[in-house]
């Protein structure tokens, strides 16, 4: 079992920057490969970016690639998402998830095993 905890978060200019982290408990954080998504209101969730249990392999969005930058710190158990230059469509809440293997595509929702409760990012213009 593994929990995960978003934060982060927060209200920022069009053009702006955050810094999104998720801290994962447990002793196999290592093992998991880690991924991004996002819900804005009234849409559906969807990818925003992935990254290997190593650290080795990322993947975007191709609507934040250039912009977001998604790593780890294994020793800390935390995941990061760096945001740059946010735009007003960025608005949403965003989680972490957590998949145990990779068998299925990491940009499907379905593919993660564990998820946390969300941080409210919102991009005024």
């Known amino acids: 079992q593994v929990q995960l905890v978003e934060s982060g978060g927060g209200l920022v200019q069009a053009g702006g920057s955050l810094r999104l982290s998720c801290a994962a408990s447990g002793r196999t954080f290592s093992t998991y490969n880690m991924g991004w998504f996002r819900q804005a209101p009234g849409k559906e969730r969807e990818f925003v970016a992935t990254i290997s249990w190593g650290g080795g392999n990322t993947g975007y969005a191709v609507s934040v690639k250039g912009r977001f930058t998604i790593s780890r710190d294994n020793a800390k158990n935390t995941v990061y998402l760096q945001m740059n230059s946010l735009k007003p469509e960025d608005t949403a809440l965003y989680y972490c998830?957590?998949?145990?293997?990779?068998?299925?595509?990491?940009?499907?929702?379905?593919?993660?095993?564990?998820w946390g409760q969300g941080t409210q990012v919102t991009v005024s213009s």
């Open positions: 998830a957590a998949a145990k293997s990779a068998a299925r595509a990491m940009s499907m929702a379905g593919a993660y095993d564990y």
